[in-house]
């Protein structure tokens, strides 16, 4: 239970960067919080603006994909009981599906 919170924990943490990081550029923009903006136009402004706000999402999206890949695979088992129970709906499937191809069969000849 200790890594699903974990995981939880990361995709949370993650989903408010991804709000606040564009957020936080465009109102430093904005407000004229980051040096030499206030040398710009108001066009060049809004692009670039807009442009780093984009790059810091994918930024965020970028280091929380790297995360997840970093996971350990082995935490991930399937439960052993559902496993068992999957295996034996599929034998009895199988088994049925042979024996109405028989029926079939024999109603043929």
């Known amino acids: 239970m200790a890594a699903a919170a974990a995981v939880i924990k990361k995709f949370f943490l993650a989903s408010m960067f991804m709000w606040v990081a564009p957020i936080a550029i465009l109102y430093g923009f904005n407000h004229n919080l980051i040096p030499g903006s206030t040398n710009l136009s108001p066009y060049s402004l809004t692009l670039l603006s807009g442009f780093l706000a984009v790059i810091s999402v ?30 034996a709906s599929v034998k009895k499937l199988t088994v049925e599906e042979a024996n109405v191809s028989s029926q079939s069969q024999k109603k043929q000849e």
């Open 58 to 87: 994918n930024i965020v999206l970028a280091f929380y994909i790297y995360m997840a890949m970093k996971e350990p695979s082995y935490k991930h088992e399937p439960d052993p009981k559902f496993l068992a129970d999957a295996k």
